[in-house]
């Protein structure tokens, strides 16, 4: 299996490396050729606004935004979670979204107190110990539709807020797995959603 990692910007490097203690030959992308390649994509952490203008730029837009809709499998970490989002509560003028899941996220939702912390998480369909969520100017997700199932989530402030989500083929976490050494949330995304 050809995993793919968009190499557009942000911590793409921290998933290959994730994906190949997984035993995933990964493959960092950033062309039209390349992606048209992959069985499966990675979308990194780093600045949703960012990786969307590059996306735009090099004409991957339109490619990814198909590739997803079409049912390759996608997991995206933060920035990557808003990217596989249906939609943006606030999002940075004309930034758009490949689509992949139906929910509406909250860019930087965790506001200036809170905008990095770490909290420990029971995540759905991974065993063990609990994850160790790694935030950092993260997002949630405010709405999402019947067929999204929520993985992990938030409490804070007295609201409760998805963090983890699955739709179909597409994977998404507000936190960076990648960041932590632990690499269940990659393997789960092999094992269930690529493999499946
Ligand atoms: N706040 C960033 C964004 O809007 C995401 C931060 C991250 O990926 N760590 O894209």
Known sequence: MNVGVLALQGDFREHLLALGECGVSGKLVKTAAEIAQVDALVIPGGESTTIYKLAKAFDLFELISKRIADGMPTYGS??????????????????????????????????????????????????????????????????????????????????????????????????????TGDNRVHRFFIEELCKK
């Open 78 to 179: 933060c920035a990557g979670m808003i990217l596989v989002s249906k939609s943006i509560v606030d999002p940075a003028s004309g930034q758009e979204t490949f689509g992949g899941i139906d929910m509406q996220v909250r860019r930087n939702a965790f506001g200036r107190q809170t905008e990095s912390f770490e909290v420990d998480l029971d995540f759905k369909g991974i065993t063990g110990k609990q994850f160790r969520g790694v935030f950092i100017r993260a997002p949630w997700v405010e709405s999402y539709g019947a067929g999204v199932e929520v993985l992990a989530s938030v409490e804070i402030a007295g609201g409760t807020h998805p963090v983890a989500v699955s739709s179909g083929k597409v994977l998404a976490t507000a936190f960076h797995p990648e960041l």
